[in-house]
């Protein structure tokens, strides 16, 4: 499995089988090609899910992610807000998705972060990176705006940042 595709489960609405399979996403997570500092990262978050009921995850959820726009999960909001060039940003990136054989999700946004990972998952590793790189300053936005409150979701989304550099860090 592609740690993109599990991010993508993990920033989307905590639904009550998200607990229930956490020994599978566990085992997954453990198959991706996550990198031992990724997968520590993700590991614990795992861990902060499984301490926390799953009504207090949704409503955690919601209030970072639906309450307040600075950590909203769709990405172009960040770059444009409610400006009117907005909509034809968002066709063409369903058009793009569409170029590629990915239909539209009914009823969700193509520049929601969730369905961007999904996206990525089908790509080969560079592709994925060239693609994500055309959005990892808004990516580095979020990251730092979660990590001010200290948002759980924070590491996810640094990972995703990370990952979306055209040359790997150099430590």
């Known amino acids: 499995m592609s740690l993109y595709k599990l991010l993508s489960a993990l920033l989307d609405y905590p639904r009550e089988e998200l607990k229930a399979h956490l020994p599978e ?4 997570l453990a198959e991706t090609d996550a990198t031992p500092a990724e997968h520590e990262l993700v590991a614990r978050f795992l861990d902060w899910v499984d301490a926390v009921d799953v009504i207090d995850l949704q409503a955690e959820y919601v209030s970072t992610f639906d309450l307040d726009a ?26 793009y998705y569409r170029a590629f054989g990915l239909a539209p999700v009914e009823g969700e946004l193509p520049d929601y972060l969730p369905l961007m990972l999904e996206f990525a998952a089908t790509l080969e590793s560079v592709e994925a990176r060239l693609f994500l790189s055309h959005v990892r300053k808004v990516l580095a936005a979020l990251a730092g705006n979660l990590e ?3 948002s759980p979701w924070a590491p996810l989304v640094r990972i995703i940042e990370n990952r979306a550099a055209l040359a790997p860090a150099h430590v």
């Not at 600075?70 to 990136?93: E, Q, V």
């Open 70 to 95: 600075r950590h909203s999960l769709h990405l172009t909001h960040h770059i444009m807000g409610d400006d009117k060039n907005r909509g034809p940003a968002l066709i063409d990136m369903a058009e």
């Open 25 to 28: 996403i566990r085992v997954l």
């Open 148 to 150: 001010e409150t200290a």
